[in-house]
Nanobody, 122 residues
Framework: QVRLEEAGGGLVQAGDSLRLSCLIS????????MAWFRQVPGEEREFVSLLWWDDGSTYYADSVNGRFTISKVDTKSTVYLQMNALRPEDTGVYYCAAGPISSPQDRGYQYWGQGTQVTVSS
């Protein structure tokens, strides 16, 4: 069984940076993608970024491209989301996900974490 555990959220001011982490327990297939989503109350969960585990290729939503960076450390079974130049509209609960994803538009994620709150004040 795979378990994902997010950490690193918090309250910051606009322009600040945060680094989220997603610790993976259990074994995922090398063909899996790891992704970050975010959600605010009353809205649908929004895709943020993904990384394919086997070759490390990445993809970003337009709203975060150039400000956020997704990365992984294989030996730590951890995926990171470095968030720079944060904006109030980046506020939300950030979720880590894993699954056999074939394209950035694919939403067939099999595993989800519990989420970590990020709040950006203006």
């Amino acid at each position: 069984q795979v378990r994902l555990e997010e950490a690193g959220g918090g309250l910051v001011q606009a322009g600040d940076s945060l680094r989220l982490s997603c610790l993976i327990s259990g074994r995922i297939f090398s063909t899996y993608a790891m992704a970050w989503f975010r959600q605010v109350p009353g809205e649908e969960r929004e895709f943020v970024s993904l990384l394919w585990w086997d070759d490390g290729s990445t993809y970003y939503a337009d709203s975060v491209n150039g400000r956020f960076t997704i990365s992984k450390v294989d030996t730590k079974s951890t995926v990171y989301l470095q968030m720079n130049a944060l904006r109030p509209e980046d506020t939300g609960v950030y979720y880590c996900a894993a699954g056999p994803i074939s394209s950035p538009q694919d939403r067939g994620y099999q595993y989800w974490g519990q989420g970590t709150q990020v709040t950006v004040s203006s």
